[in-house]
């Protein structure tokens, strides 16, 4: 078949125009994003509720200077040793200035209980401590009441130190004493304050002992005006009241202390009751005193009942 020159001209033109006409035309549009989907209820994750010592322990009320004590009170890990929970009944025995109370009445608002059993100035021996008492019991309320969102669900309960009682037998959960015992012992009130450490404790509950730590066979079991007491004095007045030693930690360690300073542990920080002379900066390099964290229990009654008929 002939084919003209002017129609494969036209051919050729027509097929040229095409081409132009497809290389410019616009890429087709991006099909729409998928609208974000809500994960399902049961992939929701939770965020676990803060931990009330932890909560309690970095909160605003405590001030500077008592945070810096945690390095040497460690208050987180010897209240985990006693076995501290939050919904527990405790009593802090004899809280001085209030220093564990910051920790331990935010962490068991809401839940627990804490009994601060402060001694009754009444039952004091003589005037001085008398005196003493009144004023450190004032102070501790007056802390207190400052801050009703911390501490409005403290009870605190005087006692006699001739005839210590803290609370309904069988009541308490967990009874607390930091650095108290050499103090009963000088006052000859030790014995009696373990029974009725013994007494308010339910079977199975736990007595929580801090106390600065005298070197083994030291004349500080029978002698406490130094401010330390051996382990061994220790346990024995708590077995004799009832206890059985139940765990030692040494959380509370200080290996640097030789225990054996010239105004006894109060040379030491925080007193640093440095005698005239004497190089501060060595009782301070030393830190706080080495102590001696013991938990003793209460046996269960029918462990009591079994031990009684054996």
Known sequence: ??????????????????????????APAPAP?????????????????????????????????????????????????FGFRPDLTVVEVTPGGGWYTEVLAPALRGSG????????????????????????????RAKLDANPEVYDQVVV?????????????????????????????????????????????????????????????????EDAGSGYMTEDAIIALATAAGFELAGKSEVNANPADSTDHP????TLAPSLRVPEGEDAEKYKAIGESDRMTLRFVKPRADEIKRTSMD
Request: charged content about 15%.
């Open 1 to 26: 078949m002939t084919v003209s020159l002017r129609s494969l001209l036209s051919l050729a033109i027509v097929a040229a125009l095409a081409g132009c006409n497809s290389s410019q035309s616009p």
């Open 33 to 81: 994003a998928p609208e974000p989907q809500a994960a399902p209820a049961s992939a929701v994750v939770e965020q676990p509720a803060a931990d009330p010592l932890s909560a309690a322990l970095s909160g605003a009320h405590r001030s500077d200077e008592n945070r810096a004590r945690d390095a040497w009170r460690h208050p987180q890990e010897t209240l985990a040793f």
């Open 113 to 140: 209980r804490l009994v601060a059993a402060v001694i009754d100035p009444a039952s004091a021996a003589n005037e001085r401590s008398r005196d003493y008492y009144t004023r450190g019991n004032e102070a501790f």
């Open 157 to 221: 309960t005087p006692f006699s130190m001739s005839e210590p009682v803290f609370g309904e037998p069988g009541s308490v959960d967990l009874v607390l004493t930091f650095r108290n015992v050499h103090n009963w012992v000088g006052a000859g009130a030790a014995p009696g304050m373990f029974k009725g450490f013994y007494d308010a404790l339910r079977p199975g509950g736990v007595l929580g002992v801090v106390e600065h730590r005298a070197q083994p066979g030291s004349k500080a079991a």
């Open 263 to 266: 105004n006894g542990v109060w």
